[in-house]
């Protein structure tokens, strides 16, 4: 049966810390990986991540994939209080994605 | 460009009734996917249309309907409600529901059964 584990299940951190999010997958036909983040409302995309080995980054944020270990993590640098989420990872097979729980991340002024 | 959105933001019901709830995706995109998420089992996926066929289901009962029209408009039907039906059914769009295109959410209908 297909899964997508992330850990840990909460967090919660001071301003400026560094926080690393962790997901991992056994899913057959695997075709990409995606992280979103919740607020209240809709997830927002963040990465696409098809190939291993390639960092993907947008500001404080950046996201690696292992396609031999299966799993990805997700980095928030010099965390802020609006970073506060749900983070999602997802998988993708075809026509369907898989999603873990979420981490959800607290960060404290 | 307007984003995906999702009608009524919130839903009453009682238990035995049904509910449809409907999903306008991004303009041009074709591929409308719906989820339920409940605080216990995170998104949960339902199925995903593309030119208003269904190409892959979730491990629903059949109570969980949905149809996709020809503007690619998608609208989902939760028939017999049940108390743990509860939950934020969220609707998600891309462009063809290919691997390498990430499908973009609306806000969600929150339905609560009494």
């Known amino acids: 049966e297909d899964k997508v584990v992330q850990s840990p299940l909460s967090l919660v951190v001071h301003e400026g810390d560094t926080v690393t999010l962790n997901c991992s997958y056994e899913v057959t036909n695997f075709r990409s990986l995606l992280w979103y983040k919740q607020e209240k409302k809709a997830p927002t995309f963040l990465f696409m991540l098809t190939s291993s080995g390639i960092e993907k980054k947008s500001g404080r944020l950046s996201s690696i994939l292992d396609n031999k270990e299966l799993f990805s993590i997700l980095n928030i640098t010099a965390t802020q209080t609006g970073d506060s989420a749900v983070y999602l990872c997802a998988v993708v097979r075809p026509y369907k994605y898989i999603f873990g729980t979420g981490t959800r991340l607290k960060v404290l002024a | 460009k307007a984003g995906v959105t999702q009608t009524p933001r919130y839903l009453i019901k009682t238990r035995g009734q049904q509910v449809t709830l409907s999903c306008s995706p991004i303009s041009g995109h074709r591929s409308v996917s719906w989820y339920q998420q409940t605080p216990g089992q995170g998104l949960q996926f339902l199925f995903e249309?593309?030119?208003?066929?269904?190409?892959n289901k979730g491990n629903f009962p059949g109570r969980f309907s949905g149809r996709q029209f020809s503007n690619s408009r998608s609208e989902m039907n939760v028939s017999t409600l049940e108390l743990g039906d509860s939950a934020l059914y969220l609707c998600a769009s891309s462009l063809e529901g290919q691997d390498n295109q990430p499908q973009h959410f609306g806000d969600g209908t929150r339905l609560s059964i009494l």
């Open positions: 249309y593309f030119s208003e066929t269904q190409r």
